[in-house]
C-alpha cells in the first residue's frame, strides 16, 4: 500500500486552491479538437467532492440558458490548466445535490466573509465609535477650556501670544432640591 501511494503522490497536483461544497470555481479545462488545442471555460459552483488521491473528483454545476449543467472534474487531471475560486460559500452540507431542484433565487448560496473582510469591517466600527476615558467614581473629571487672548497689546504682551488654557472642575453630583431652594430664597 505504501508503494502505490508514494507512486501516485508523483502525480498530484499542487496549484490547486483549497475549496468544498458552495465555492464558486473556473476551471480552465483543455479540450483537444483534432490537431488544435484550446482552453473551455466552465465557472459554477460546488455541490461535491469525492475520492482521494489521484481518483478525487469534484462536480460543479451551473444555470446555462435556464438548464442545469454539470459537471464532474478528474481534481488531478493533466486536462485542467488551472482552477480559480472566485468566491466562497457557507454551506452546511458536503452534498448540495438539493440545489438541483431549486432555482432563481432560492438557489443562491450565502457568502462567507473571509478573515480578512471581517478585520477590515471590525477595524471601521471601532474608528467609528467613540472612546470615552475611564474614569475612577472618586475622581472629578476636569474640563479644560481653550481660550483665545484678547486682540489689544497689552494681552498679547503678557503671553507672548499664547492661547491660555483654564480648568474648571465639573460637579458629578446632582444638587439637592432642599439646597437649590435655599439658593434661591437667599438671591
Known sequence: MKRIAHIEKSYLRENIPA????????VHVKIKEGDKERIQVFQGTVIGRRGGGTGETF?????SSGVGVERVFPLHSPNID???????????RAKLYYLRS???????????????????????LSAEMPVEPDTKPEEKPVETVAE???????SEEKNGGKVEAKTK??????PDKSEEKSEDKSE
Open 59 to 63: 462536480t460543479v454545476r451551473k444555470v
Open 82 to 92: 488551472k482552477i480559480e475560486k472566485i468566491r466562497s460559500g457557507s454551506v452546511r
Open 102 to 124: 431549486l432555482t432563481g433565487k432560492s438557489a443562491r448560496i450565502k457568502e462567507e466573509l473571509s478573515d480578512k473582510s471581517s478585520k477590515k469591517a471590525k477595524v471601521k
Open 169 to 174: 472642575e465639573i460637579s458629578t453630583k446632582q
Open 19 to 26: 475549496f468544498g461544497s458552495g465555492d464558486t470555481l473556473r
Open 148 to 154: 483665545k487672548p484678547a486682540k489689544t497689546a497689552t
